[in-house]
């Protein structure tokens, strides 16, 4: 039986990115209120036992929404546009050269920093809520509220507030993510000692996430 050609749906980063998202979101609350503390330096450990304690366990998914419709618009938006110009550009017999990559990355990461700085936004903020005094908070209900909210006090200038820096940082992601993953991917399969399968992709996933914490 001759082996088929995986080929990765463009939908499937923003899947992937929305369930990572329910396990991680907890750690990227807590990054935020460490960031964003104004008063001692209190660790992650204390952090979560203070949250805890104080407000509940689930204080700790606050935001959750905001979060998933982050992942559902940058990162769809990123590895779609990445998975389509890598299947267009692609042929049977010949592989796309590494800077071909690298721009298709960027251009992916670009559009996909702006279309999530909305969602960013609202995630940070509700995030962040519960450090306010009780008349600062904003109180959003879920992310859609957050953003109709957004839009009706501050406008469209407010909904992509930060747009400019969130898109710099996703280009630099995406392309340490994507462009490298899928050269060292090709490497590997190359030599006589990787095939397309589990460990190989846990290799180069696990590669490329170094040079994208690098960049």
């Keep these: 039986m001759s082996d088929k050609t995986r080929v990765a749906k463009w939908y499937f980063g923003g899947l992937a990115g929305a369930g990572a998202a329910c396990c991680t979101h907890p750690l990227d609350l807590l990054k935020v209120h ?3 503390q104004q008063e001692g330096k209190t660790g992650i450990v204390r952090m979560t036992i203070n949250i805890i304690r104080h407000q509940g366990v689930f ?3 606050n935001g959750l929404s905001a979060s998933l419709l982050r992942q559902l618009t940058y990162s ?5 546009i990445y998975e389509i110009a890598k299947q ?3 042929s049977a017999n010949e592989t796309i050269p ?3 990559k690298v721009l298709m990355a960027a251009a992916g990461g670009a559009a996909g920093g702006v279309v999530g700085t909305p969602a960013d936004m609202v995630n940070v903020r509700m995030q962040n809520d519960v450090k306010l ?3 600062q908070r904003r109180n959003y209900k879920h992310a859609l509220d957050g953003l109709w909210r957004v839009w009706r006090s501050e406008g469209l200038k407010g909904l992509f507030s930060g747009a400019t820096t969130a898109t710099s940082r996703a280009v630099l992601m995406t392309v340490g993510q994507l462009s490298f993953y899928d050269q060292v991917k090709q490497m590997m399969i190359q030599t006589s000692f990787f095939s397309d399968n589990l460990v190989t992709h ?3 996933s696990s590669t490329a996430g170094d040079r994208k914490s690098v960049v």
Excluded at 76 to 80: D, P
């Design 133 to 135: 005094p009780a008349d």
């Design 59 to 61: 204080a700790l998914y």
């Design 202 to 204: 846990l290799i180069a």
């Design 34 to 36: 460490l960031q964003t």
């Design 98 to 100: 590494f800077h071909t």
């Design 76 to 80: 769809t938006t990123r590895f779609g």
């Design 88 to 90: 267009r550009l692609s």
